[in-house]
């Protein structure tokens, strides 16, 4: 005798919800990993501008010149650090300096480029960057941003130079 009121899915059922996810998942994973890349590109260009605008306060703060140098080895994650004479005595003496980060590296498909000659930005003690200008952060899509450096020391993340 067959009961006529099984609960449960059958398996075409079944087949059919996994092939419909996987259709969707097809169609949108494209998508949300161009969306990561994106975010680790805003991510890399807003933690450069809210670094430099660090470093430009710093500098006034001391009355010191702070300088921000950018790296790129073959191979490795480009990174940039800051650099001032007073966080070397604070290391040397063993104070872990929370207002200036040493080194930032950045994720493996962002790169920096357009830097400033000798691939660094000094900031004097009146905040005023030498040289200012514009840094273009490119992701491995070949999306760009550009933090701005103005003469003033207006650090700002834009779409467009």
Known sequence: MIRS???????????????????????????MLGMLSTFRLEAAANSLANDLSRAKMYAIMSGEDVVVSFYEIRNKPSFYKINSR??????????????????????????FTSLP??????????GVPLPGGTIRATDSRGKSLYVIIARSGRVRVANIP
């Open 117 to 126: 000659d000798n691939n660094e930005i000094r900031f004097n003690r009146e």
């Open 5 to 31: 009121n099984d609960k449960g899915f059958t398996i075409f059922e079944m087949i059919g919800v996994v092939l419909i996810f996987s259709f969707l998942m097809l169609v949108f994973l494209p998508n």
């Open 86 to 111: 007073i966080v070397y005595d604070e290391l040397e003496k063993g104070k872990n300096n929370t207002l200036l980060p040493q080194k930032i590296e950045l994720p493996r498909e962002i790169s």
